[in-house]
């Protein structure tokens, strides 16, 4: 099992930053491919941003050039960097951490933190 412990939500003004943190379990962290995905209310779960083991990055076209997601490997801590957040970055952010195995996915997600913009 692969425990995320996720920090850093809470309220921000229109404009304001925020930084997430997910912490994974040790060790085994390196293998994941990370992410994080968010649910806005009566809307469906969307990927926000995505960092691969080699580093790579994507990101969803709504929050490409204000958000940046990070990975500390010693750390075993995932970040995702906010700035000049919007109202329609609120939602509940999760994150998530996949492994393609030979036989089976391994797929594993935090409890999610709630990110509120408003004035």
């Known amino acids: 099992q692969v425990q995320l412990v996720e920090s850093g939500g809470g309220l921000v003004q229109p404009g304001g930053s925020l930084r997430l943190s997910c912490e994974a379990s040790?060790?085994?962290?390196?293998?994941?491919?990370m992410g994080w995905y968010r649910q806005a209310p009566g809307k469906q779960r969307e990927l926000a941003a995505v960092i691969t083991t080699g580093g790579s990055t994507n990101y969803a076209d709504s929050v490409k050039g204000r958000f940046t997601i990070s990975r500390d490997n010693v750390k075993n801590t995932v970040y995702l960097q906010m700035n000049s957040l919007k109202p329609e970055d609120t939602a509940v952010y999760y994150c998530?951490?996949?492994?393609?195995?030979?036989?089976?996915?391994?797929?594993?997600w935090g409890q999610g933190t709630q990110v509120t913009v408003s004035s």
């Open positions: 040790r060790s085994i962290f390196s293998i994941y491919t």
């Open positions: 998530n951490a996949f492994y393609g195995g030979s036989l089976r996915n391994y797929d594993y």
